[in-house]
């Protein structure tokens, strides 16, 4: 029996061409540029800072609500930015990512003020209609910013390290 090679020259030269192919786009795509931001831990950063970021969340929480007043936005929206902006608020200041938790991972955290503001904020943020007092809730949240510590989150820093070095130690 007789074997063409011009079957396996043909193969060959698809191969050849399949990796030159590969080089050449995998060199010209554009690929998405990944930037990590380091995050802050707890008891970073100076007090200027956090009187700096406190400032920041203080205006934002009084435009919210002049925009409320003024009819601009419904209660609801309302809600939807007061808590948005407590929880990049509190991931500013500590590191934690409290905008991704739940509000039983956030009683865990073992801070009452921050458990009750976004305990407040459920019904009025996710019903069509609600009788909650926004005024109060803007001035509770206001009052939870300013008196804002950084040691409030060192429980959780030192539970995450716990949990850390138990992990590394079961390995």
Known sequence: MRFSFLWLIVAAAFAVAAVLMWFFLRNRIPRPVRVRKPA???????????????????????????ALQAGQITIR????????????????????????MTLAEISELKIPSL????RDYYEPEFAYYTEAD???????????IRKWARTWMAGHKE?????????????
């Open 40 to 66: 802050a831990a707890a008891g970073q950063g100076t007090p200027e800072d956090l009187a700096m970021l406190k400032q920041i969340y203080l205006q934002k929480m009084e435009l919210t609500e002049k």
């Open 159 to 171: 539970k995450q390290e716990r949990e850390k070095s138990r992990g590394s130690k079961k390995k």
């Open 134 to 144: 926004a005024h109060k809730s803007f001035e509770r949240t206001r009052y939870v």
């Open 115 to 118: 458990t009750e503001l976004v």
């Open 77 to 100: 929206e309302a809600y939807q930015r007061m808590s948005a902006d407590m929880r990049d608020f509190v991931k500013r200041a500590t590191g934690v990512p409290v905008r991704e």
